[in-house]
């Protein structure tokens, strides 16, 4: 664990909390508004912007619920921090999916409060490991309230062979205690009670400055629980132990809202097919549909959404150390996925994509 100080401006008052990645952080003074629960999501689509320079991305492709504005920094070569105003509470869950038509990976370093502000740090590489400008998009949301099926966890002790996460990083809309064990290198199964079904969605994205990847493996009902296996790699192909942050739906968005959409594409080869209907989703009760391109590239159109907005996120599927991001999307084309093998070349692979608007 590495710890740092964050000191918010203007503070009269202030109290240390432990944050994800053991980050110490200084939550506001009683001076200042609360910060809120919520959500936002953002495009960084200005991978080269000017350093320590902060730019807004495009309207349509940035949301926080409280009303406020996002911004995103470039900091250094392929490190970026996402700036959510009016969030800056402890807690939540961040994924990350580069964007574009290259093999690029992207993970989230680490999250916190800067004051009523929330700050996800983002990080780039090339499949060989080296720090690279990359388009990305971003997805947070810290919740509340039972009711649903929606949980997410911060799996945050990679060697430890059973743990319940920090609960300030976990959620389950059942209100029970979400867990994890660990069954070999790179090996993990997350154990989330009261919600279970042979159905639902799930993102998976690797936490911290490394060189890796994670992704869901599979999931399946267990008694009332849902468990979810998730495997974690080098950038070579190895097996590796890893943080990661997770997200389990069904019937809703990744951040609890709508519209939204998912499917798992559970046929690589298949020209065109309309996804398993427990494992497909669509706000408006418009089946979803899937096509394939050419070799490792996919189009996923979620009839009804709209796709001139809105955020994506990507996760592989499976037991190999394969990998998929999102390329574009438009209301012409869908969501377009590419998914390539660890050395950086496009494969025909399994993946969940998710669309939030």
Same mark, same amino acid.
């Given at each position: 664990?590495?710890?740092?100080?964050?000191?918010?401006?203007?503070?009269?008052?202030t109290?240390?909390?432990?944050?994800?990645?053991?980050?110490?952080? *200084?939550?506001?003074?009683?001076?200042?508004?609360?910060?809120?629960?919520?959500?936002?999501?953002?495009?960084?689509?200005?991978?080269?912007?000017?350093?320590?320079?902060?730019?807004?991305?495009?309207?349509?492709?940035?949301?926080?619920?409280?009303?406020?504005?996002?911004?995103v920094?470039r900091? =250094?070569?392929?490190?970026?921090t996402?700036?959510?105003?009016?969030?800056?509470?402890?807690?939540?869950?961040?994924?990350?999916?580069?964007?574009?038509?290259?093999?690029?990976?992207?993970?989230?370093?680490?999250?916190?409060?800067?004051?009523?502000?929330?700050?996800?740090?983002?990080?780039?590489?090339?499949?060989?490991? *080296?720090?690279?400008?990359?388009?990305?998009?971003?997805?947070?949301?810290?919740? %509340?309230? *039972?009711?649903?099926?929606?949980?997410? !966890?911060?799996?945050?002790?990679?060697?430890?062979?059973?743990?319940?996460?920090?609960?300030?990083?976990?959620?389950?809309?059942?209100?029970?205690?979400?867990?994890?064990?660990?069954?070999?290198?790179?090996?993990?199964?997350?154990?989330?009670?009261?919600?279970?079904?042979?159905?639902?969605?799930?993102?998976?994205?690797?936490?911290?400055?490394?060189?890796?990847?994670?992704? !869901? !493996?599979?999931?399946?009902?267990?008694?009332?629980?849902?468990?979810?296996?998730?495997?974690?790699?080098?950038?070579?192909?190895?097996?590796?132990?890893?943080?990661?942050?997770?997200?389990?739906?069904?019937?809703?968005?990744?951040?609890r809202?709508?519209?939204?959409?998912?499917?798992?594409?559970?046929?690589?080869?298949?020209?065109?097919?309309n996804?398993?209907?427990?494992?497909?989703?669509?706000?408006?009760?418009?089946?979803?549909r899937?096509?394939?391109?050419?070799?490792?590239?996919?189009?996923?159109?979620?009839?009804?959404?709209p *796709? =001139?907005?809105?955020?994506?996120?990507?996760? %592989?599927?499976?037991?190999?150390?394969?990998?998929?991001?999102?390329?574009?999307?438009?209301?012409?084309?869908?969501?377009?996925?590419?998914?390539?093998?660890?050395?950086?070349?496009?494969?025909?692979?399994?993946?969940?994509?998710?669309?939030?608007?």
């Open positions: 664990m590495h710890f740092r100080k964050w000191r918010a401006r203007g503070l009269a008052i109290t240390t909390l432990v944050l994800a990645g053991g980050v110490a952080a *200084l939550t506001p003074s009683t001076a200042q508004a609360a910060p809120s629960l919520g959500r936002a999501f953002v495009w960084a689509h200005s991978p080269n912007a000017a350093l320590n320079t902060p730019y807004t991305p495009s309207a349509a492709y940035s949301r926080n619920s409280t009303g406020a504005t996002n911004t920094v900091t =250094g070569t392929g490190q970026y996402v700036r959510m105003p009016n969030l800056g509470r402890v807690g939540g869950v961040v994924h990350v999916t580069a964007y574009g038509a290259n093999a690029n990976s992207c993970s989230v370093y680490y999250w916190a409060p800067v004051g009523d502000r929330l700050d996800a740090h983002v990080r780039c590489l090339t499949p060989t490991g *080296l720090r690279v400008n990359t388009p990305f998009t971003a997805s947070f949301v810290n919740t %509340a309230g *039972l009711g649903g099926r929606f949980a997410y !966890v911060w799996a945050n002790q990679p060697t430890t062979a059973a743990y319940t996460p920090s609960t300030s990083y976990q959620f389950n809309s059942a209100g029970a205690t979400n867990t994890i064990t660990r069954s070999g290198v790179g090996r993990y199964t997350v154990r989330i009670p009261s919600i279970g079904s042979a159905a639902g969605h799930v993102q998976v994205t690797a936490y911290g400055d490394v060189r890796a990847r994670c992704k !869901v !493996v599979n999931w399946y009902l267990s008694g009332t629980a849902q468990l979810i296996n998730v495997r974690c790699f080098t950038l070579g192909g190895a097996l590796q132990d890893n943080r990661y942050t997770l997200t389990y739906v069904r019937g809703t968005g990744i951040q809202t709508t519209p939204a959409a998912y499917a798992w594409a559970n046929q690589p080869a298949t020209a065109a097919y996804p398993a209907a427990s494992y497909s989703y669509n706000s408006t009760g418009v089946e979803n899937i096509s394939r391109v050419g070799v490792g590239t996919y189009r996923f159109w979620p009839s009804g959404m *796709l =001139g907005n809105g955020n994506v996120q990507v996760s %592989a599927y499976g037991a190999d150390s394969k990998h998929c991001k999102v390329d574009y999307w438009t209301p012409r084309t869908g969501v377009q996925v590419r998914c390539y093998t660890a050395a950086g070349a496009l494969s025909d692979a399994y993946y969940d994509v998710a669309f939030q608007r």
